[in-house]
């Protein structure tokens, strides 16, 4: 907390962008870090989730925003897909160190 009790704004890592011109043409890159860290915290979830037992709720992946992103432009919400529609995706296309757990749903 601030001095004037006020939450501290959250520093998230979000997507940079970058505008690149040759020419007439404009193109932009998207780019995010993922740090060793977000990765460290989804290995730890995922040796941790087969000896525990969930409730109603399971943390079940950890999807960067510019993957999100990737997904929209090629046709595929997240927002809109089932929970084995989205770890299948990840597992096609080799992002499963994106899962949270062990756990098949």
Do not use: C
Not at 29 to 48: G, V, W, Y
Not at 67 to 83: I, M, N, P, T
Request: net charge neutral; no cysteine; charged share 35%.
């Amino acid at each position: 907390m601030t001095k004037d009790n006020k939450p501290a704004p959250r520093t998230l890592l979000g997507v940079e962008t970058e505008y690149l011109q040759e020419g007439n043409n404009v193109t932009f890159k998207h780019t995010q870090e993922i740090t060793p860290a977000f990765m460290d915290d989804l290995k730890d979830s995922r040796n941790a989730s087969s000896e525990t037992r969930e409730k109603d709720f399971q943390r079940v992946a950890s999807i960067p925003v510019a993957v999100h992103e990737q997904w929209l432009r090629e046709g595929f919400d997240l927002y809109k897909a089932s929970v084995k529609e989205i770890t299948k995706r990840l597992r096609d296309q080799s992002l499963d160190y994106f899962m949270a757990t062990d756990k098949r749903n």
